[in-house]
């Protein structure tokens, strides 16, 4: 559905949606950058050609930050296509179907490559084509010069766009895609779309072939975002897979836990070494313009958005050279945001049709009274909150509690959510048992539903004996007679009566006793009440209360 920001294998999605897409893309190069193409770092470079320039300057490829990268990456072009068009969502292609040969949501035939979507598939022969239109008549390449790899200014043209689709290689099959979605964490995961593995990133490009194939130019041509969307709904399905909370963490997803070693969590820039066990480094790791695939790591920054690389990288992140400054985020704009793989914005993966965005949520656990008499029942709340600034959903579903020492919750050890504007709670009542006296921890799990990650929280309760809370009484007492609200004699009186209380329950004599005694401080403290030594509010501090006499009375029970 338009507008509800989850993106969608784009056979599925109506013509409208479609032409809306394109025409939003058309758009794109229409809008320009602030500055001069002439300015030391050119300005006026359209958003469309944007593109181009900040791959062309980091090229981050065959390292620990392809994903998270190409993820940025993706989410900042979908939000420019939002600028123009906010229904829009950035669909993807299926990389296992033949994208001249599809099949549209109303049962027919859908061909992604015509003048009026992404134009031009494969020449006669199966020789290179220009990507034609409705590219090439929007200025998105060739017109009269001069010319970007003339130039080399972001702000001109490249000559030509081309394309070769299925010559190179055949489509992936789906058991080499479910060999990725198999594997078993980031490390291997990260080698099987574009490393040794069956390196299926890598297939999709040399399948549409031309300049989507040459990792130079490949973000000439408009159809690489939905190759790029469907890299990162791969990676979001493998993230969201039951059973594996890691893979939403920040400081879990990079690890390798199925290899025995750290993996890439540490890694730095330009320094393979920071591999466990250290990698071989090679001469261009840690410089842009020696080749391809420098060594971005997971502690870089994300170039060019976090800014000049000479500003932006240091020794804790490790260091690349020759990273290309890109405006708007170095000088003269400088809008840069500092970022890196493990920013939660980049964790946390949109929401596709096959992998609906999961949000991360908080779990507050609360207990009222916090002191309670063994036997005495407390409420426990459990608040879910959704942690997503891009949702607004609220929680929903039930929530277990736990505590660490014997007791009892009532109606039952479980509630369901309830509540508005991303905030959800539910509560149970806690009666600690008898050998519970001490710090109880009051546990909640919520295991999230179809939009939130689940989470745990806990509080400690103090839990006491009568015993313990006349004792507490005692010490109240001696803060009145501090105050002078109570004279030596008065408070003397009331604490003998406690102190023979403790001693028959200690003893576990005679509890008539003690209660005998508890009444008569009772009738005591009631009477200094109406001869007005003490106010209503301070006899309520010594009487009432979830551990004040009464409550210990009834504890007993007298």
């Known amino acids: 559905m338009l507008g509800d920001g989850i993106r969608r294998n784009i056979a599925s999605v109506s013509k409208e949606e479609r032409d809306r897409l394109r025409d939003a893309i058309l758009a794109l190069q229409t809008r320009l950058f602030p500055g001069a193409k002439t300015d030391p770092i050119p300005g006026g470079v359209s958003y469309w050609f944007k593109q181009d320039e900040i791959h062309d300057g980091t090229h981050v490829h065959v390292c620990p930050a392809f994903l998270p990268w190409h993820r940025e990456l993706i989410n900042r072009f979908e939000a420019m296509l939002r600028e123009i068009d906010p229904d829009l969502s950035l669909h993807y292609w299926d990389w296992t179907t033949d994208p001249r040969a599809l099949t549209d949501s109303d049962g027919n035939p859908l061909d992604l490559f015509t003048s009026d979507f992404m134009g031009n598939a494969v020449g006669p022969g199966g020789t290179l084509i220009e990507i034609g239109d409705p590219w090439k008549t929007a200025g998105f390449y060739g017109g009269p010069g001069p010319y970007r790899d003339t130039t080399g200014n972001p702000a001109d043209p490249p000559e030509l766009v081309q394309r070769r689709v299925g010559v190179n290689v055949g489509l992936i099959s789906p058991a080499d895609q479910q060999t990725l979605l198999a594997s078993p964490d980031f490390v291997s995961f990260d080698d099987q779309m574009e490393g040794s593995g069956v390196d299926l990133h890598g297939r999709a490009h040399e399948y549409i072939g031309g300049a989507i194939g040459d990792p130079h130019t490949s973000f000439r041509d408009p159809f690489v975002f939905l190759l790029h969307s469907n890299v990162d709904r791969l990676f979001a399905m493998w993230q969201n897979e039951p059973g594996h909370p890691e893979r939403l963490d920040p400081a879990q997803l990079y690890k390798a836990q199925s290899t025995g070693h750290n993996g890439y969590e540490n890694t730095k820039g330009g320094d393979r070494t920071t591999i466990d066990p250290p990698g071989t480094p090679n001469p261009c790791d840690d410089d842009v313009q020696a080749c391809l695939q420098p060594w971005w790591g997971i502690l870089s920054p994300l170039e060019p958005w976090a800014g000049p690389g000479d500003t932006a990288q240091t020794a804790a992140t490790g260091i690349i050279k020759n990273v290309k400054s890109v405006r708007p985020w170095a000088s003269p704009d400088n809008q840069q945001i500092f970022k890196d793989s493990r920013d939660p914005s980049v964790v946390l993966p949109p929401s596709y049709d096959t992998a609906p965005r999961l949000s991360a949520t908080s779990l507050n656990v609360s207990c009222n009274p916090p002191s309670v008499l063994v036997g005495a029942q407390t409420a426990c709340t459990a608040t879910v909150s959704n942690l997503d600034p891009a949702s607004s959903q609220t929680p929903s579903g039930p929530v277990t509690f736990s505590s660490s020492r014997p007791g009892s919750f ?14 959800a709670s539910c509560s149970v009542q806690f009666a600690p048992s008898g050998s519970s006296a001490g710090a109880v921890l009051i546990t909640a799990t919520y295991n999230g539903d179809a939009n939130h990650l689940g989470s745990t929280g806990s509080s400690s309760l103090n839990v006491l004996t009568p015993a313990q809370a006349l004792q507490l009484v005692i010490n109240q007492i001696g803060d009145l007679q501090s105050n002078g609200v109570l004279n030596h004699g008065q408070a003397n009186s009331l604490v003998v ?40 509010a301070q006899a309520d501090t010594l009487l009432g209360g979830p551990t004040g006499v009464l409550a210990a009375m009834a504890a007993i029970p007298c």
């Not at 009532?410 to 509540?419: F, K, R």
């Not at 329950?505 to 005694?517: F, G, I, P």
Request: hydrophobic residues 30%; aromatic residues 2%; contains cysteine.
């Open 410 to 423: 009532t109606p039952a050890p479980s509630g369901n959510l309830t509540g508005t504007g991303g905030s």
């Open 497 to 536: 009566k406690l102190d023979h209380a403790i001693d028959n329950l200690d003893a576990s004599r005679n509890k008539r006793t003690a209660c005998n005694q508890l009444s008569a401080l009772v009738h005591e403290v009631n009477a200094y009440v109406s001869s007005g030594i003490l106010t209503p």
